[in-house]
């Protein structure tokens, strides 16, 4: 027993190639099979490595685009792309502008102008973004619509970058649709065009292990990745890991069963209770926050004045939710706020709290929070980006130097 198990963590310490072991790829393909519902099967041999959905989202742009190409995205989007898709790889990102008359779906009109104003400045278009299901939104694009994308990007000979890291999060129908699924029904689709993100930080809870994968239909695509990945391996040990983790498919379904149940039962509280203080939020059903409209509350409808709403909530109630403006929400007044990575009684106060602004807020003014008892780890919300007083900046992430934490905490 002991020179097998000596054995086996040799095997495991030892220099591995880019390719990563067999039996964590062909457990990761079995996965996110599994994840989107069994209708797709995924060929290991087509897995790349990254170091999270940060360096798998890089590493596909290094490999798609040059200095100066662009990709549209629809808005609102997650802040960091900023920095994870652009910083290194002077790629530019053309946002493709979505409202909440349509519940901020992405439409071929939106995505047609974009197009049109990126080529009329002479920038080259080389790719669309998507995230599925949304982050901030939490909500999930239908099979239609996703057909309608990859029939424009097949026009337009473009890329197609899909970012599925809440595949997993579905907490009520209807169910997740891939873009994997999709391109099996489309006429005349170029699967040279078409590449999903994936990770197991949303859907297993596992963000520390960074484990981010890049799956590419197109075979140069896949070799590229392959060469650069040396930059963002996965830990062999991890690897071994997840693979063995993944395997047991008992666990995997209890887990992802367990997880959706306590989503929906999060979402639900949370959204109900700010309903019975006139709040409502977008109808979701995906990932680990809401989109909370907070337009009501606004002095006048401009960002400067949700930057002051969102600072009341910070010095007078001590909780962090994430403003609009830092999604590129072009209207004022949507927040985003995470609710899984607390426990009930933390959820609770955060609950409290919020209703009380709000009901303080209506009525005119906003009394700071005093003597009341809280959890010391109490946190509503990562803010995406960082601010200064009276300044927010664009370029900034929660994983950007600095010198205080990005959690407001309560003292009183």
Not at 247 to 270: N, P, Q
Request: charge should be positive; proline fraction near 5%; glycine fraction near 8%.
């Amino acid at each position: 027993m002991h020179l097998r198990g000596a054995k086996a963590f040799k095997d495991i310490a030892n220099f591995q190639d880019y390719h990563g072991l067999p039996e964590f790829r062909n457990a990761v393909a079995e996965f996110m099979g599994r994840v989107r519902g069994g209708r797709v099967k995924f060929d290991p041999n087509r897995i790349v490595m990254g170091g999270g959905a940060t360096g798998a989202n890089e590493l596909l742009m290094f490999c798609l685009a040059d200095p100066g190409d662009a990709f549209l995205i629809p808005t609102p989007y997650y802040p960091a792309f900023d920095r994870d898709l652009r910083w290194r790889t002077g790629v530019q990102l053309l946002p493709i502008t979505c409202n909440s008359s349509n519940n901020f779906k992405i439409t071929v009109e939106a995505l047609e102008e974009a197009y049109k104003s990126a080529t009329e400045a002479n920038i080259n278009v080389k790719g669309l973004i998507i995230t599925n299901p949304s982050n901030p939104l939490g909500t999930i694009l239908d099979k239609d619509t996703l057909k309608k994308l990859v029939t424009f990007v097949t026009q337009k000979n473009i890329h197609l970058v899909c970012d599925e890291i809440y595949s997993a999060t579905i907490f009520r129908p209807p169910g997740f649709v891939s873009i994997a699924e999709v391109v099996q029904e489309v006429d005349r689709c170029n699967l040279d065009l078409i590449h999903i993100v994936y990770s197991l930080s949303k859907d297993l809870g596992l963000p520390g292990f960074r484990v981010g994968i890049m799956y590419s239909y197109n075979d140069q695509v896949v070799s590229c990745g392959r060469k650069m990945s040396s930059f963002g391996l996965v830990s062999s040990q991890t690897q071994h890991l997840l693979a063995s983790m993944l395997s047991d498919e008992d666990f995997v379904g209890r887990f992802l069963g367990e997880s959706s149940k306590r989503l929906a039962k999060r979402y639900t509280i949370f959204t109900e209770g700010l309903k019975q203080v006139g709040i409502s939020c977008l109808n979701a059903n995906a990932g680990l926050f809401y989109w909370m409209d907070l337009r009501p509350l606004l002095k006048e409808p401009t960002f400067e004045a949700e930057m002051a709403l969102w600072r009341g909530i910070i010095n007078d109630v001590k909780l962090n939710a994430s403003p609009g403006s830092s999604f590129h929400c072009t209207e004022p007044g949507w927040f985003r706020v995470c609710f899984a990575n607390m426990d009930d009684l933390t959820m609770e106060t955060a609950l409290q709290r919020i209703r009380t602004f709000v009901d303080q807020k209506k009525g005119g003014e906003v009394m700071p929070v005093k003597n009341k008892r809280w959890q010391k780890n109490l946190r509503l919300s990562f803010s995406a980006q960082i601010y200064d007083d009276g300044v927010m900046s664009p370029h900034k992430s929660p994983h950007s130097p600095m010198p205080h934490s990005p959690l407001v905490r309560a003292r009183n």
